[in-house]
C-alpha cells in the first residue's frame, strides 16, 4: 500500500483544514488508517485512527471534540476535518496503516510522505 496525503497549509488560530489520504493497493477490512503528526523538535504523536472494516475511531485528548477521523472505502480515502485549530496543532501531519486503535507509533507498518499543517496565532 503506498499513501498519498494532502491538504496541509496555513491557517489562522480559530480555523479550519480538511486533510485527506489516498491509498494506493488493497486496505484489508482488519486494518486501522490513522494519522500522526510531528510538531518541530518533539517526537511523533498520535492523532486520530480509524478501523476500515467498522470505521470505530480513536483520538488523542488534545485534538477530541476539534478534529474527525473518517474513510471513504469506495475512494480508499480517510480524511481528517481539523477545526478550531490552534497554534500548537502545527505540525507535520502523516498518515498510516496499521493493525490497531492504539496509537502506538510500532503498531503502523505504512507511512505517507507528510503534509504540513501551521496554524498562526
Known amino acids: 500500500v503506498q499513501l498519498q496525503a494532502s491538504g496541509g497549509g496555513l491557517v489562522q488560530a480559530g480555523g479550519s483544514l480538511r486533510l485527506s489520504c489516498a491509498a494506493s493497493?488493497?486496505?484489508?477490512?482488519?486494518?486501522?488508517m490513522g494519522w500522526f503528526r510531528r510538531a518541530p523538535g518533539k517526537e511523533r504523536e498520535f492523532v486520530a485512527a480509524i478501523r476500515w472494516s467498522n470505521a470505530r475511531t480513536a483520538y488523542a485528548d488534545s485534538v477530541k471534540g476539534r478534529f474527525t477521523i473518517s474513510r471513504d472505502k469506495a475512494e480508499a480515502t480517510i480524511n481528517l476535518q481539523m477545526n478550531s485549530l490552534r497554534p500548537e496543532d502545527t505540525a507535520v501531519y502523516y498518515c498510516?496503516?496499521?493493525?490497531?486503535?492504539?496509537?502506538?507509533?510500532?503498531?503502523?507498518?505504512?507511512w505517507g510522505q507528510g503534509t504540513l499543517v501551521t496554524v498562526s496565532s
Open positions: 493497493g488493497r486496505i484489508f477490512s482488519s486494518h486501522v
Open positions: 498510516s496503516v496499521g493493525s490497531s486503535l492504539s496509537g502506538l507509533t510500532y503498531d503502523y507498518f505504512t
